[in-house]
Nanobody, 124 residues
């Protein structure tokens, strides 16, 4: 059973920072890319960032490039999303997910295991 648990969300003013963490069970991470997605009220879930198993390859949606950084510590079975220069439009529930593919992907359908989500609210 793959279990993912996000933490680190909260309320922050525009321009502030948050660091999200996603802790997984032992087999959750081994060999697989990981991703972060978000869903704002009334909107569809969207891809935010993904990282390869080794951590050497990362990719971001355009709206967060230069502000967000995804990283992972495989020894701790944890993936991180450092979010800087936050904007009100970043407000959403953020989910981490494990890909079912061994190659990095940005498509939600390629991720079979999801955390419960953590709320990020950015006030203006």
């Amino acid at each position: 059973q793959v279990q993912l648990v996000e933490s680190g969300g909260g309320l922050v003013q525009a321009g502030g920072s948050l660091r999200l963490s996603c802790a997984g069970s032992g087999r959750a991470f081994t060999g697989y890319p990981m991703g972060w997605f978000r869903q704002a009220p009334g909107k569809e879930r969207e891809f935010v960032a993904r990282i390869s198993w080794s951590g050497s390859s990362t990719y971001y949606t355009d709206s967060v490039k230069g502000r967000f950084t995804i990283s992972r510590d495989n020894a701790k079975n944890t993936v991180y999303l450092q979010m800087n220069s936050l904007k009100p439009e970043d407000t959403a529930v953020y989910y981490c997910a494990r890909s079912t593919l061994l190659v990095p992907t940005t498509l939600g359908k390629d991720y079979a295991y999801w955390g419960q989500g953590t709320q990020v609210t950015v006030s203006s």
